[in-house]
């Protein structure tokens, strides 16, 4: 196991000292309560910025380093930055016309890697190998040729380092003058050797022209002006080893751009070494964050707070989540469902806190609300999906909209079996209770009688299995725990079926056609939620 960044651990050594004057500070504080907790606390609270500074440290297991493929092709650019190149016989002068030209081939060869050097007698790496163009192009913005104290030019030191880079196959494109190199057969060889191909842009023109220096005209030993010119020599040591010679001119770079991309059609299959780790950082920053909540909560809230952190749960929640969720579950079991509702509204978005708010606003006998949170929640659950349109049946039943909850029932069977939702679906429709008609009206008042016969049914209309006592939400999945959501029970209308039946024959009742063709059309699992 390693460390990328072991020099974190010298601020070990300030937090050791900040610890040590803590701790002397709580041992002078004898009038301070609950001095044992307190220093428990502070041990903790030290303890888990040492994993945190662990967890920066980065620390990781190396594997071993593979070979992979290199598809961009390499290139190694090589700028003459001599005294020469200054000259203005190409505008606004050698060097810059050809450094415009570099910066240019960069940006229509983003793909490929690139490597630049700057060489007078001596050379200079100014880019190592990327395919970073914006890095590449700063590197050559960044040189600053009057700062090189070499000023006149040796192709071979060029060549002697460019044949020291691992690059097996060296496309060498050079932006030179040539200065008063004469030894071809030299340079030849070196190329021949190391498998150097120099593509060479004559940067100068043939007639050549007087070298200035602070705008004075420079003069030899003879008092005869200085001419530079292009070098002869650099077409035969281009041509004569597979390159290409170009001279500087507006298609030059058209020129020199299509030969370096039919090269793509000739390159080898290059491969790299590529090292990579298995990050371990996760492990101490868990044991941080567990240290510091440990350091800041009593034993019952670190206890909660661990169930969520290592359980499994489908709850798509942020850590400000559980205060609220807190504030909703005690708020629901002291009966104050609209605080609840209001608490859970503050929770992220998901299923489960809309489940809840619809459940709450239903306690609160908010139905329009009720039913306007269990519309929003959109799952491609089955059984939750028919819980909902359950529930959403139980909110139009107490707003006297019995057509509605017929629909909803109806909607709630077509998804399966539910014996609770045939049965108050059915008696919806032997009613056939207009809007308006209060169907709890029909029902004879309780007596305990009555309540000790159904005291696990209590509503109007049959939802047994929906009734979610006290509990909600938080430490329950959505659509297990409905707060009572679809208040409807069998036994109630069993009673107003009882009192009906004095005024209605005894025959069967049957279904009406539209209900069965919207059951018998079954459910087919869908893959985006509603």
């Not at 502070?42 to 380093?65: D, G």
Request: proline share 3%; with cysteine; charged share 25%.
């Amino acid at each position: 196991m390693g460390f990328l960044y072991p020099w974190v651990f010298f601020t070990l050594i300030p937090l050791y000292f900040l610890y040590k004057k803590n701790q002397q500070n709580s041992i002078e504080s004898h009038f301070l309560e609950n001095k044992k907790m307190q220093q428990r606390q502070t041990k903790l609270l030290y303890l888990s910025l040492v994993f945190l500074l662990l967890a920066l440290t980065r620390p990781v297991i190396q594997n071993s380093p593979s070979q992979e493929k290199f598809d961009a092709q390499d290139y190694i650019i090589a700028l003459d930055a001599s005294f020469s190149m200054q000259a203005e016989d190409i505008k606004p002068s050698r060097y810059e016309a050809a450094k415009e030209v570099i910066e240019k081939l960069l940006k229509l060869h983003p793909k490929d890697r690139f490597s630049i050097f700057a060489f007078t007698s001596k050379t200079l790496l100014i880019s190592p190998p990327t395919t970073d163009t914006a890095i590449s192009i700063m590197a050559l913005d960044a040189l600053n040729p009057a700062n090189i104290l070499t000023k006149s030019t040796e192709l071979k030191q060029l060549f002697v380092t460019i044949a020291k880079t691992s690059v097996q196959k060296k496309n060498l494109i050079i932006f030179s003058d040539g200065g008063d190199e004469t030894d071809l057969n030299e340079l030849l060889s070196i190329c021949k050797k190391n498998s150097i191909t120099p593509y060479i842009v004559a940067t100068a023109s043939k007639d050549g022209v007087a070298l200035k220096k602070d705008g004075i005209t420079i003069k030899d030993q003879y008092s005869s002006l200085v001419i530079s010119r292009i070098n002869p020599m650099l077409k035969d040591l281009a041509t004569s080893n597979g390159g290409k010679y170009y001279t500087l001119s507006s298609s030059t770079l058209t020129q020199l751009s299509n030969d370096l991309s039919s090269n793509k059609g000739k390159k080898d299959d290059a491969t790299i070494q590529v090292k990579s780790y298995f990050e371990l950082y996760f492990i101490p920053l868990l044991i941080a964050i567990f240290l510091f909540f440990a350091s800041v909560t009593k034993l019952h809230q670190l206890y909660f707070l661990t169930l969520f952190l290592f359980l499994p749960h489908s709850a798509k929640a942020d850590i400000i989540d559980f205060y609220h969720f807190s504030n909703a579950d005690k708020a629901f079991a002291d009966k104050q469902y609209l605080q609840a509702a209001k608490e859970f509204e503050k929770a992220t978005p998901s299923v489960q806190s809309y489940y809840n708010i619809a459940s709450s606003y239903y306690k609160a006998k908010q139905y329009k609300k009720a039913l306007e949170y269990f519309d929003k929640i959109q799952t491609i659950s089955k059984i939750i999906k028919q819980k909902i349109f359950y529930d959403m049946a139980g909110c139009a039943i107490h707003l006297q909209r019995y057509d509605r909850a017929e629909v909803f029932y109806e909607q709630a069977l077509a998804l399966g079996e539910d014996k609770d939702a045939l049965y108050n679906l059915t008696l919806l429709q032997k009613l056939n209770l207009k809007t308006g008609v209060n169907i709890f009206d029909m029902m004879p008042p309780k007596d305990p009688q009555s309540k000790k016969n159904s005291s696990k049914k209590t509503g109007t209309v049959k939802d047994d299995k929906k009734e979610g006592g006290g509990k909600s939400g938080s430490s329950q999945q959505a659509g297990e725990s409905s707060n009572g959501a679809g208040d409807s029970k069998k036994g109630d209308t069993q009673k107003v079926n009882q009192n009906t039946q004095k005024s209605s024959n005894a025959k069967q009742y049957q279904m009406g056609y539209r209900s069965y063709e919207l059951i018998n059309k079954g459910y087919t699992d869908e893959k985006s939620p509603w």
